[in-house]
């Protein structure tokens, strides 16, 4: 029986318990027995209890994974952070609390980097996560514990957030669909910041159709977060099987230099695909794409290290040293935070100094206009971008952590576009060294349906057979 | 040439930085209501109390009250403003940051008087520290606990040009900013409450140069009193170092009250680099004209403009007309005693006594005359009466007396009291009586001696039991001793 839940898609799972062929409890129970007994390190906390009677709505029982970042009202929330060690937040995350509502439940709390800073979930203050399809490598990050519960059963799909390539990144080395959708269509209310202007909320599934369905139960705008737009229209659950009429760009800024050849083969077979599914593909120019990541690097950091102040050990958290004021925050900050974090507070405390801020974070800012141009510039000549999600397949555990500019090239194709609010998808099209490739499609701001049909097809035409060996 | 130095007059150069509690119903940017001495901790949420996670939400009723405040101080209002992250640690502030405005302020270039405006922008309040031990400051605290009912309580802080030259003027700019704010119902404006700060930037310069001193920073000065004194303290301080030979330097200033000492605040409570940052949390403040209709329709008139109609249209003195403009409650009262008594009335004498008998009456330090009995038909009455020579001033007060007490018809509480004036042979029996009975008054009156006339106006009141008129009882008196009426 658990054998043949396992199997269901999220959205398939949502239509048998719908139907009364499929109980909500026996599903939670299969995953919590799962994701309880799991060994990648991918939950940090896992629900003990079949949560009592569900919401009535489409999702009705479905259980969902939910990364750390978000709060949820009385359980573990702590951002992957030692500093947040043991707070339960008094309230509950707009995203989570909009998929309660349609009925899902919540299945556990997924391990994460530190605020989500990092790609191969090494940051986190509580241990990494493996990677289902090989132990020895990371699931990419920052949420990794999101996409690798994904990966190997031990979730029937997850939430996670993107500010960097966050979901798309972990979902590419997983083997997995992630999607960032355009910034304000999902409330950043509960969702513990790490850089205000980028993060957005996702889902990470197995397949394209659930994450449509996912999705649509995130978005909307929401009074607690003034940026916060919703989408002008639904999102649909995805149909299409052909691409005729659509119109594809593949920018060589984010497809040449940097790429690994296994990488490189399994994208340029996707872009054949699409050809033989009807779209038509060109070169298209993406000038400035190549100082996104020093863009990125200099935004980010400064406003985490605004963001971040409020870990200061006086009103919730953990605290450390008792003598006076300084060594209360000096040394509970010391203790909380972990290298990678207090790396980018450094630097945005830096980027943001008096006479330093225009050459930096101003600077920063006018680049990330231009970014924005291009894109808009492209997507008046095309409907949608295609690359690689990443450079590389999953790498090796340990093989970065010394090189932190190593690891941040990690996001060099998915940082440019939520440093233009766009929304992107990752589905999984192959496989090199035995580990799976990510596909990226980028779209303009609220073209999130366009992006999912498109999704859709190439998925069905690609037939990616998408399991890890599961234990 | 020293000596040049030593007696050469000096001119303060005073700016003001104000801040202002706004009173909404409702905090900065989360929906706790604002706290007036509730226990501390309980007008809190997770967004003030800068919960992970949690995100600010501009509070519809301050941009209200600051759009009006904007342009009650004839401000240009900014179409787009930005709020920034104004970043420093401290216990007070949850966040880590401030949530404030930098660059593009609300509003900015305007006039109160003849002081002109720098700006006028909106931000949040920092919550409350208490320090045990003995000097009330964190350094050397014992221990300090934190009250987050204050934070977050919406702030506008208004930056004025170095227009001001003394610390009189200063005082008395500050009262009409204070009348003026008060009238717009935008806040309690209470300096001893805290509603109300005041800091002051003074330098001093040669008096008739137009090149600006060093200016010093001064906090803590929480009551007007206390400005006028810490300004002038400060004034005086700077002149003994310049005179002396010494250069002023730029520092913050702690004024203690109890002692007039003024003391530097420790370097690392001032050394700030605020890495300000625009607010990625908000979106630009960008009011509609359906904002500006709004804000524009809820100015009333304000003290300024009603002390000069108050002077022109109903030629009151200057004090008393600004009197009745700064205190708005009273002015209406007197506004609705004058319309009450029609052409006939005087606006004079019942300014006179709406501001001196009424007043006096009311007790309190800030009284609203339409919370007492008197309705302002009775108190036209009364004057009118007076006028009418009806009743004597003194009998006057008296039935003033009742009307505060008891409200009432003036001309019912004459006849009931029996308070009509005394006058004809009535009169004539008591003062020819009172000047039988005070021979060495009369005789010394006779000799000239004026004030030797109240001994026999007294007797006569006490006589009458305050009914008689002065005027009239002097009159009968030369009357009696052969004078000329006069």
């Not at chain 2, 003024?262 to 300000?276: F, G, I, N, T, V």
Request: glycine share 10%.
């Amino acid at each position: 029986m658990s054998q043949a839940v396992l199997e269901l898609s999220a959205a398939q799972a949502a239509a048998q318990i719908r139907g009364g062929e499929l109980a909500a409890e026996e599903l939670f129970r299969v995953y919590r027995d799962r994701a309880a007994a799991e060994e990648l390190g991918a939950f940090l906390w896992v629900a003990e209890e079949v949560p009592d009677a569900p919401a009535d709505g489409p999702l009705q029982g479905v259980p969902v994974a939910v990364k750390d970042l978000f709060c949820v009202g009385d359980v573990p929330s702590a951002a992957g952070s030692r500093i947040l060690e043991g707070y339960r937040p008094p309230y509950t995350a707009t995203a989570v609390e909009r998929l309660l509502l349609a009925g899902a439940t919540v299945l556990g709390k997924t391990n994460m980097d530190e605020f989500a800073m990092g790609s191969s979930n090494e940051n986190s203050g509580f241990g990494p996560v493996r990677n289902p399809w090989d132990e020895t490598k990371v699931p990419g990050g920052s949420s990794g514990g999101s996409a690798a519960a994904v990966a190997a059963g031990l979730a029937p799909w997850a939430i996670g957030t993107d500010t960097g390539g966050s979901i798309r990144q972990p979902a590419s080395l997983c083997g997995i669909v992630g999607m960032k959708p355009t910034y304000g269509a999902v409330s950043r209310y509960g969702m513990i910041a790490f850089a205000s202007s980028l993060d957005q909320a996702g889902p990470l599934t197995r397949d394209v159709t659930d994450c449509a369905l996912l999705l649509s139960h995130m978005v909307g705008a929401d009074p607690c977060d003034c940026t916060s737009t919703g989408l002008p229209e639904d999102i649909r659950l995805p149909v299409a099987e052909r691409l005729d009429g659509l119109r594809f760009g593949v920018p060589p800024e984010l497809t040449g230099a940097g790429v690994d050849p296994g990488v490189k083969v399994v994208f340029d077979a996707t872009v054949e695909r699409i050809e033989q599914l009807g779209g038509s593909v060109e070169p298209v120019a993406l000038p400035h794409a190549g100082h996104a990541i020093a863009a990125y690097y200099v935004i980010a950091p400064a406003e985490a290290s605004a963001n971040l102040a409020r870990y200061d050990g006086v009103r919730f958290g953990p605290r450390a040293g008792h003598t006076d004021l300084l060594s209360l925050y000096e040394e509970t900050r010391e203790e909380g935070f972990g290298t990678e974090v207090k790396r980018r507070i450094m630097l945005g405390t830096y980027a943001l100094s008096s006479g330093y801020y225009e050459a930096y974070y101003g600077r920063a800012q006018r680049v990330r206009t231009k970014i924005a141009d291009d894109f808009r510039a492209a997507f008046e000549r095309v409907d949608l971008i295609v690359t690689p999600t990443s450079p590389t397949v999953a790498f090796g555990l340990g093989e970065r952590t010394e090189d932190p500019l190593a690891m941040y090239l990690s996001d060099a194709l998915t940082v440019p576009m939520p440093l233009a609010g766009l929304p992107a998808i990752s589905i999984p099209t192959g496989m090199s060294d035995g580990l799976p490739v990510g596909f990226q499609i980028a779209g303009p701001a609220f073209s999130e349906n366009r992006i999912l049909e498109a999704a859709h097809a190439i998925e069905r035409a690609v037939g990616f057979d998408g399991a890890p060996p599961r234990g | 040439m020293a000596d040049a130095v030593a007696e050469r007059a000096y001119e303060p150069v005073i700016g003001l930085e104000i801040h202002v509690q706004l009173k909404t119903r409702t905090k900065m940017f989360c929906g706790c209501e604002l706290s007036f001495g509730e226990d501390p901790n309980t007008r809190t949420c997770p967004v003030c109390l800068g919960h992970p996670g949690t995100l600010p939400v501009t509070n519809a009723e301050a941009v209200h009250f600051a759009l009006m405040i904007g342009m009650a101080l004839e401000c240009e209002l900014a179409p787009r403003s930005i709020f920034h992250r104004k970043n420093y640690f401290y216990p007070d502030l949850p966040k880590g940051y401030q949530i404030s405005q930098y660059d593009v302020p609300l509003a900015s270039g305007g006039r109160l008087g003849e002081i002109r405006i720098h700006r006028v922008h909106l931000e949040e309040d920092a919550a409350k520290l208490v320090h045990a031990g003995t000097s009330g400051r964190i350094h050397s605290a014992e221990a300090s606990v934190v009250d987050f009912n204050r934070g977050g309580t919406p702030l506008v802080e208004i930056v004025t040009e170095p227009d001001v030259r003394s610390a009189a003027q200063a005082k008395e700019w500050l009262e009409l900013l204070q009348a003026t704010l008060r009238r717009l119902e935008v806040s309690d404006v209470r300096m001893e409450e805290g509603s109300l700060r005041c800091d002051a930037n003074v330098s001093i310069r040669p008096a008739g140069e137009a090149s600006l001193g060093t200016k010093t920073e001064l906090k803590n000065m929480n009551s007007f009193r206390f400005l006028e004194r810490g300004v002038n303290a400060e004034i005086t301080r700077q002149e003994e170092i310049v005179r002396s030979g010494g250069e002023v330097v730029q520092e913050t200033l702690h004024y203690d009250p109890a002692t007039g000492v003024l003391s530097p605040l420790r370097s690392k409570e001032e050394a700030h680099d605020y890495r300000y940052l625009p607010e990625p949390d908000l979106v630009p403040l960008a009011p509609t004209e359906e904002m500006l209709a709004r804000a524009r329709a809820a100015l009333p008139e304000l003290p300024a403009g009603r002390a000069e109609r108050l002077e022109r249209e109903l030629a009151l003195p200057p004090d008393v007309a600004k009197l009745l403009a700064f205190r708005t409650e009273l002015g209406d009262f007197y506004e609705a005693t004058v319309s009450a008594g029609g052409p006939e009335g005087d606006p004079r004498a019942i300014a006179n006594w709406v501001t001196g008998e009424l007043l006096a009456r009311l007790g309190d330090a800030d009284p609203d005359p339409a919370q007492s009995k008197v309705e302002p038909a009775s108190l036209a009455a009364l004057v009118a009466m007076v006028r009418e020579g009806a009743v004597a001033h003194s009998a006057a007060k008296e039935v003033l007396d009742t009307l505060v007490a008891e409200g009432g018809d003036p001309r019912e509480i004459v006849e009931s009291k029996g308070l009509a004036r005394a006058g004809g042979d009535e009169l004539v029996e008591v003062v020819e009586r009172a000047m039988a009975a005070q021979a060495d008054a009369v005789e010394k009156i006779r000799a000239g001696n004026d004030k030797a006339m109240g001994a026999i106006i007294g007797a006569v009141m006490r006589e009458t039991k305050g009914r008689a008129d002065g005027g009239e009882v002097q009159r009968l008196v030369r009357e009696r001793l052969g004078d000329q009426p006069g």
